[in-house]
């Protein structure tokens, strides 16, 4: 993906901060709610591969609308015509003369209004869980009430900063430490709380249902059933309102684009901009076996031995597993403080012998490890490994004592006769993960 520095349009007299990523055949600008920077947005890897992926389809334009992130701030009520200057100013800016709109929740709004006011500029519309009227009436009874509203604000204040927003843009990943803290990251990034108050303040009333039959553009509609921050029906009565408008309801509760399903959104709009669905985004998948290890009570050796020794420690572990794996044919994905995450291509009985070799290595070091593995469909990005399949990795560790190699059932009844001896630990329920998962010790 090709990256471009933030840059600032001049629109008037106020600054509006945007920054140009991929290089795909057409233009497109998206437009999020007052959550917002440019640069933070980009530090969440599940979100990056996001921006990666539409950058093989298209140029991508990120905005930070006035009185968020890196643009200037307000001091008054923003009408959504001077937000079309705004957007203007951007996409002359960028060198963009016709552009596909893309919205997400509160950017719905000044999508539908760009879309009205330059249809000679847009050159398709894209409303990923966008809302369409901020007030409830008996047209959208799914909008918020003024009481609802006063009560979400005040939750808002109090709580931002933490990243407790992630609980309902996310439910499935809410108990992810590193997610969280990127959002409250991402909170404290966009604005103040006061700053986060005028927005939200300018935010209430608007209202473009006005607009949705007037639309003559091309317009993908895009949503989640169980969406838990932007209810169905605004997506639903956009789609009956819109000439011509395409709608896919996808299932999931997750709000954020990049967690879940990712795929199936990317698909369709890759398949509106371009008649096919292929994989010029270089995104890979591919069956893994992964290995994620963990010392255990780290932070009381740190505490005894002193940062320089403990470094100097680390270091020797990294070493000695590095080692392991590679002589079980596996590579290195990365470290994270005191674990370690490998992956194995072949079968994974390579990867159980790998884990119980490395508890003995590193136990010589005056440290004992645990050790989880799991089996699955793992997304290649680069020299980086992601996916559901690290985290139920992390998880089955997460469970194990010290010496200790779990693995989750799908590795179990993949290696069965390969003379490796397994007990049953029951079926367990994996933090963030769905359902309960059948855990197996690896006997020494």
């Not at 991508?60 to 006035?66: A, N, P, Q, S």
């Not at 509203?149 to 709580?159: F, G, N």
């Not at 994270?336 to 012998?353: H, K, N, Q, T």
Request: proline share 5%.
């Amino acid at each position: 993906m090709e990256e471009g520095r933030v840059r600032w349009a001049q629109s008037g007299d106020v600054n509006i901060a945007y920054r140009v990523l991929g290089d795909g055949p057409v233009d497109l600008v998206f437009l999020g709610g007052f959550l917002s920077h440019i640069e933070v947005m980009l530090e969440e890897p599940g979100l990056r591969r996001w921006w990666e992926r539409l950058g093989s389809i298209a140029r991508v334009i990120l905005v930070d609308r006035r009185g968020s992130g890196l643009s200037d701030r307000i001091d008054r009520p923003l009408t959504l015509a001077e937000e079309v200057e705004d957007l203007d100013a951007v996409l002359d800016a960028a060198g963009a003369d016709r552009v596909v709109v893309q919205s997400y929740a509160a950017g719905g709004p000044l999508a539908v209004e760009y879309a009205a006011c330059r249809p000679d500029r847009t050159l398709a519309l894209v409303l990923y869980a966008s809302i369409v009227a901020t007030e409830r009436d008996d047209d959208v009874p799914f909008a918020e009430t003024p009481a609802d509203r006063d009560e979400r604000i005040a939750r808002l204040l109090e709580e931002w900063g933490t990243g407790a927003a992630i609980d309902q843009m996310a439910p499935s990943v809410a108990d992810d430490a590193r997610i969280r803290t990127w959002m409250g990251k991402l909170e404290r990034q966009s604005s103040t709380p006061a700053g986060m108050l005028r927005l939200a303040s300018n935010l209430q009333g608007v209202d473009v249902r006005h607009h949705l039959p007037t639309l003559r553009v091309p317009t993908l509609i895009l949503h989640r059933t169980g969406d838990q921050l932007i209810d169905v029906g605004h997506s639903r009565l956009a789609a009956a309102r819109i000439p011509g408008a395409r709608f896919v309801e996808l299932p999931g509760h997750d709000s954020l684009p990049m967690i879940g399903d990712t795929e199936a959104l990317l698909g369709e709009i890759e398949e509106f901009l371009t008649g096919s669905r292929t994989q010029t985004s270089g995104l890979q998948r591919r069956l893994l076996t992964v290995l994620f290890t963990d010392i255990c009570d780290a932070t009381g050796h740190a505490a005894r031995m002193g940062d320089a020794r403990w470094r100097d420690l680390l270091a020797a572990h990294d070493d000695a597993i590095r080692r392991e794996v590679e002589r079980y044919g596996g590579r290195e994905v990365k470290t994270v403080g005191d674990g370690y995450i490998a992956a194995f291509p072949g079968p994974p009985s390579d990867a159980l012998r790998c884990a119980r070799t490395t508890v003995a290595a590193v136990r010589g070091l005056g440290v004992r490890i645990r050790a989880g593995l799991h089996t699955g469909e793992c997304e290649l990005i680069g020299d980086d490994v992601g996916g559901m399949a690290i985290h139920i990795a992390a998880r089955v560790c997460d469970l194990a004592g010290p010496d200790e190699v779990l693995t989750s059932g799908t590795v179990y009844g993949t290696v069965v006769g390969s003379g490796l001896e397994f007990e049953s630990r029951g079926a367990r329920l994996l933090r963030g993960v769905p359902g309960p998962w059948p855990i197996f010790a690896l006997k020494a």
